[in-house]
């Protein structure tokens, strides 16, 4: 297991100290899709989801989401968050996520961007499960990355 900094010599997970890494301009970008029936879509689209503005309420869980992140996932970093964008557009399938998350930190956005995309994906499903019980989150990836000492990264 040698090279994963992550781990000790006795094989348990650590958080790795990031304080002497120099703060640098750092981005990430991520994508999923919640996949809907052609109700749900419809519903989405015409914005007469019964429990209201599916498409607002996730793009705000998504963009929280991301400033929560190290209370999420345990060994990401507390950063600070400079700059979060949630884009949610409705597809004849479903509907596309992208997150970009912007820092100037010692350590990458990538977990933000997933955690953005992943729980936006959650509360749209939470919007439309009276409409579609089937709805499916598929997909969730980071796309692309900037920054840091391992440099610019695109899928």
Known sequence: MAGLNHLRPDGTAHMV????K?????TARAEGTVLLSPEA???VRDGAVPKGDALGVARVAGLQAAKRTPDLVPLAHPIAVHGVEVDLVVQEDGVAITAEVRTADRTGVEMEALTCVSVAALALVDMVKALDR????TDVRVTAKT?????????
Not at 134 to 137: K, L, M, V
């Open 147 to 155: 920054g840091g000492r391992s440099g610019d990264w695109r899928r």
């Open 17 to 20: 100290d990031v304080s002497g």
């Open 134 to 137: 089937r709805a499916t989150i």
């Open 41 to 43: 879509v419809a519903a």
């Open 22 to 26: 120099a703060v640098t301009v750092r």
